[in-house]
Each structure stands twice: as C-alpha cells, then as structure tokens.
C-alpha cells in the first residue's frame, strides 16, 4: 500500500477561522496531540504574522520531536527570516513558502505577468534553499491557474530546489474530477516529478473538500493537507479525519494509507473544539455525536442483528470506546485514578489528580452518575494556566417570570473578596453586568454559545465565550451541572485570558498581515 503524508494545518489554515485566536500554549497542547495522533507534518503557523506567532511556532518546534514542523512564508526574505528564527530548535524543519499564479490573482492581487510570478518564486525558493533542506512550494489558487502554466511553475519549483509541490484549491472550486486531473497531468508532462512530493489542499467551499482530496490521490498525491474537525478559512479545509477513516475502510479500494493513529481522532477532536469554541456539529462525519448513533428502529434492529448492517467502521476505532467503570458519588480515589487512566489521563500530575478529584466529588453530589463525558469535560475545563486575576466564589441568581432578573457575584481578586448585585434583561445578562462592575473592565460579548456534555436535565453544560476589547479578544470556557454557573465561569475565564494578553502585548499581538 502506498502511504499518503499527512499534513496537518489546524494551527495555521484552522487558526484562520474568524474568531479562533490559539495562544501559544494551546497551540503546543493540540501539537502535542497532534504528535500522539502520527501526523507526519504540523504547520504551525506563520511567523511573519507577528511576534506573538513567531514564538508561537518556536514553541511548537521545541516542543514536538516527532513530527516536521512547518512555518508559512509569503515568496519574500523577510518572512523566510522569520520562518528560519521560528523553526530554531526544530527537529525536522521545513518551510512553505507560496504565490499566487491563477490569472484572478496574477491581475487584481499581484499585478505580476506569469514571468514576473516565476522570477518571484524562483528567487524565494533559491533564498530559503540556503536555510532549508525541506522546501514546500504553493501555487497559491492552482485550481484556477491555467494548467499549463501550473506546468511551467512547478518545472521551475523543483528545479529550484522543492521538495514539495502542493496544489491548493484556495476558493474551493474545483470538482474531484477536475482537481483530479491536475495531479494526473503534472504526474504526466512535468519533467523530474518523480523528485518530489505532490500535495493536495483544498477548501470546502462546495462541500467537496474530502472528495478533492480523495481524487487528488487517486491521480498520484502523496500527501494530503487538512485540518481536525475541517476547520479553516471560510468553509474550512478537507477533514483529516475523513481521509483517514475513507483511507482505512476503502482500503481495497485506494489501495494508499496514512500512518495515523486512528484511535487518537476522538481526543483529537475533543481538544480541537475545546481549544478553538468550535462546536463540531452532531451529523459531521466521523467526529459528529450522532456519527455512530442508529435512531430509526430498522436500523436498530439491524444493528442488534449484525453490526454491519448499517455501520461501515467501528467507534472503537477512532477511540470511542465506553468504559465500564461507572463513576458515582461513593466512587474513591482509587477507581477515580482508574478511571483517569482508561480515558487515557494518565500523564496528569498528584496534584492535578487532586484537584480533579475535588471537582468530581463536587459533581457527584449533583448529579447521580458521572459519565466518560462528564469527566473530560471537568478535567479539561481548564488546562491552560491563565494566570487568575478573578476567580469565581459564589452566584446567587433571582428570576420570575414577571420581575427583572437579578444576579449577586462574589469575585476572589487581588484586593480580597469583592461582592456586587446587579440586574440584567435576563440572568445571564444580570450575571455579566456584575462581573463587568466588579473587575471595571469594559468588554464587548462577541460570542456565546451552550452545549450540554451529555443527554439528561441533570447533564453538565459547557458554555464558551469570546470577549473583545479594543483589538483584542479572548475565549473562555465554564462547565457546570448550573448553565448559568458554566455562564459565569466561561466569562470569568474569558476575562482573565484578555488581562494576560493585555499584559504581554508583544507575545500577543498579530500584526495586520495579509495573505499576499
Ligand atoms: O488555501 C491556500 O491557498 C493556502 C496556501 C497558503 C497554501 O492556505
Ligand atoms: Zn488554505
């Protein structure tokens, strides 16, 4: 079987989805992930951005020993400089320098002439060959560019030193039978093709992200570009996930398999949706909630029959499997620590140990059993260790349905414990306006959306929040068997990520820097 590189760009194309903003240590946390999960390469992000992505990146390249780490550049010095700074320490570097060719982007965007475009790259490529022994070039729109030129460009990348063509569908236009065709003509009529490696990226636009990319290998690929859960610039990138699990259960078929460890998607996921606020919808392939629930009763009655009647993979493969350790509120250290470890948190320290204890016997007293879900969704409320400027100690909240909502906070501060009742047009409403005159900070609520973890009135709730001050913004989480309590966290939790981002500018700040 012939094996597909996997090039994962939830860090750079994913981090381009509006209002997803990672901070360096939750970039390090999904690369680690992503590392557990055998991704061959992790792009990491794009130095020239600013200075906080630039260490972002380095971070990333320190942190991760078993992966390619790839740093974006436009076709210029200055951002292969940054790149070279951002990859020091990495184990396997490798660059991805870009532009565009379509004649879309050749007039409006560049104003280059295709020589001008092919002197551009060219130079780029030579410069980043002092610096780089792996070298991915883009024909930035490639599935709008004239293929003849799309040719010429890529003779001229590996004759300047590429190690990888990659073909991105950048507006997602292409039909599989189009963007297919592509890869079987450069395969056909480039000369030295056999020297690299082709590499598809495309864009859902249309909905035929994965599609592209499955015909893309069947005409030869040798890597796929993508992102976990799809996320990604408008429509989002081709889903990782759904190549790998099209991969593995048409392998007859495609007769090509990637090196994943499939078994890690499910956490994969988790994390990128906690990290990023993006909810993965309940029917998305693979990784949605409903992706493996049979509701019709024919179907169940043919699952309990024979499994594969309707199920054409198992949840057990990309790692959802059910324990059968139930946890209650008479549940010891002993089978929480068990526990831990099925779920596969056996690197957490004695006192994360402790601390996660504490808040499962708190949730225990609420609710009557504590399930797989349940679990992740308190140890993972807060993993990341925002120093806390606020934290929440008591919410006492009044609602009738004829009188104005009233919320009382209880904030712990610097200062001691400080204490405000406020009234809202609805408790949540009331909630936020007193923790606004608590901390006197001025906030715009950008976003806020709720899920409960799992099924039942006594499930936990998980609310996210994105807060946005001036240019910046923060998100925030809060998980509780209370949504208002989860409300109240997620904001708190929001506002302490914005005072440290306030703190720490440089680390933070991306500069206005386009994609040109
Ligand atoms: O979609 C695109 O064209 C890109 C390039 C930078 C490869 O993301
Ligand atoms: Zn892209």
Do not use: W
Request: hydrophobic share 40%; with cysteine; proline share 3%.
């Amino acid at each position: 079987m012939r094996k597909i590189y996997i090039f994962d760009t939830t860090l750079r194309d994913g981090e381009q989805s509006p209002g997803v903003n990672l901070n360096t240590q939750e970039k390090v946390e999904i690369a680690l992930q992503l590392e557990k999960l055998g991704v061959d390469r992790i792009e990491a992000g794009f130095p020239a951005a600013s200075p906080g992505d630039l260490a972002a990146v380095n971070a990333v390249a320190r942190a991760v020993k078993n992966a390619t780490i790839v740093g974006l550049a436009r076709s210029r010095e200055p951002d292969i400089d940054a790149v070279k700074e951002a990859l020091i320490g990495a184990q396997d570097p490798c660059i991805h320098l870009f532009l565009a060719t379509s004649p879309i982007h050749r007039k409006h965007k560049l104003r280059m002439e295709k020589e001008q475009v092919l002197e551009n790259a060219e130079r780029a490529i030579r410069y980043a060959k002092q610096y780089f022994d792996k070298i991915e070039f883009s024909p930035e729109d490639a599935g709008r560019t004239e293929l003849e030129f799309l040719c010429e460009v890529t003779e001229m990348a590996i004759n300047a030193g590429a190690t990888v063509v990659n073909i991105p569908d950048t507006v997602g236009y292409m039909t599989p039978q189009e963007f297919g065709n592509i890869f079987k003509t450069l395969k056909e009529k480039v000369p030295g093709i056999e020297r690299i490696q082709l590499s598809a990226h495309c864009h859902d636009d249309l909905g035929m992200a994965t599609a592209n990319a499955l015909a893309a290998i069947l005409n030869g690929a040798d890597q796929i570009e993508g992102t976990i859960n799809g996320i990604g610039e408008r429509a989002g990138n081709t889903a990782l996930e759904e190549v790998a699990l099209t991969l593995e259960t048409r392998a007859e078929f495609f007769q090509a398999k990637t090196s994943l460890h499939l078994s890690e998607i499910a956490r994969t996921s988790r994390l990128v949706s906690k990290l990023t606020g993006m909810v993965v919808p309940g029917n998305k392939a693979i990784v949605g909630a409903n992706a493996f629930a049979h509701e019709s009763g024919i179907h169940q009655d043919g699952m309990l029959k024979e499994k594969s009647t309707y199920e054409i993979m198992s949840p057990d493969t990309i790692g959802l499997k059910e324990s059968k350790l139930v946890l209650g509120k008479h549940s010891g250290r002993h089978a929480f620590r068990e526990k831990l470890i099925d779920l596969g948190y056996e690197q957490l320290t004695e006192d994360q140990v402790n601390a996660a204890f504490g808040k499962f016997k708190d949730i225990a007293d609420r609710k009557k059993t504590v399930t797989d879900e349940d679990l992740r969704a308190l140890l993972e409320e807060k993993m990341i260790d925002t120093p806390e400027v606020f934290a929440l100690q008591q919410l006492i909240v009044s609602f009738d349905t004829h009188t104005t909502p009233t919320a009382k906070v209880k904030l712990k501060t610097v200062k001691g414990l400080v204490e405000h009742k406020a009234e809202g047009n609805g408790s949540v409403d009331a909630i936020y306006q007193a923790i606004d005159a608590l901390t006197g900070e001025t906030v715009e609520l950008d976003d806020y959306s709720i899920k409960s973890v799992t099924d039942g009135t006594d499930a936990l709730g998980e609310v996210h929040v994105v807060l946005k001050q001036g240019d910046n913004s923060a998100q925030g989480r809060g998980v509780s068997t209370d949504i208002l309590e989860a409300s109240a966290r997620a904001y708190v939790d929001a506002l302490n990520r914005l005072i440290d981002k306030r703190n720490a500018p440089a680390r933070n700040r991306r500069d206005n820097v386009t994609l040109i």
